[in-house]
């Protein structure tokens, strides 16, 4: 039969950056909307698998110049192709062993409940008394929390020893009975320096507002996110002031593009939900940047990620290309034709 170590060594094989397991008991006392045992009732186990955004993703929002790779490679890929491959073929090997096992990417996109955990109005019903709404959505972050992987830190994102902010997770469900990890214990990740709360674009995350949760024993805590902030500034926009007209987002007239944003309007989604034009300035570049200044991160580089004050649009100040730009090529090569 497959042993904790069995799975550990193929999920890294497979891609996995990341791997711990927790007993699925674990889960009691979680909400019935969040509680994956009303998804497989026999699970003996989770496999929880956390997937690296390289450092370098997060480089051309930094510099102010390529802002589609972050949404794109460090976002919605890693979401929608990468974990969904490696927690499949994860999945293929149990089932291989005759034990059931379920693939559960990043993303709930049919989940019940909003960003705040409240049910969606007209969106579904149980199918039976006793029974969640569906989807179920699992809380990865405290998923990854009961798997060992880390600690929740105060801007609401995952740290780990390795990456500190710097990850997204998958999950395995399974029948399959493994040897569980402990939950983390070693030193204290997130020291409250609130650098995210001083650096989120959307003033998203509160300094003296809260949210705190038992889980496993354990009580979390973790600043009680503007969630409606959050993802205005997520996008890049504001709001405009009385008597201003902004369309920076699709069929509005009420958001205008913030200093984080170069765009006039805000580019296509990449990959469905890729649309970080933020890049995650407070929650996860501020808290990175601080994590790596202390030097608790395995995940070291020789260079700092930050050698200069961040960039800021000035919306207030017109700008025209130069005549020369617009006539040719900035490259000196010939310009690219389209295809016919």
Known sequence: MLTAADIKKHAKRLGADLVGIAPIERWEGAPKQMDPRYIMPRAKSMIVMGFRVMRGSLRGIEEGTFFSNYSSMGYGGITYLYIPMVVINLCRLIEDEGYEAIPIGHQSDWRAIDNDGRLKKNYSRPVEPGKPCPDIMIHLRIAAFLAGLGEIGYSKMFLTPEFGPRQRFGVVLTELPLDPDPIYDGPPLCNRCMACVRACPGNAIP??????????????????????ACDLAFR???????????????????VKPSPISPFYKKPRNLYNTGQAICGAAGCTRACMISLEKRGVLKNRFVSPFREKEPWRVDWSQPFEPDADDLEKPTSGLPPMKEAD
């Open 207 to 228: 300094s003296n507002k809260t949210v705190r949760q038992m889980v496993a024993g354990r009580m979390l805590e973790w600043a009680d996110i503007d969630t409606r």
């Open 236 to 254: 890049g926009g504001m709001r405009t002031e009385p008597g201003e007209r902004g369309d920076y987002l699709e069929n509005t007239t009420n």
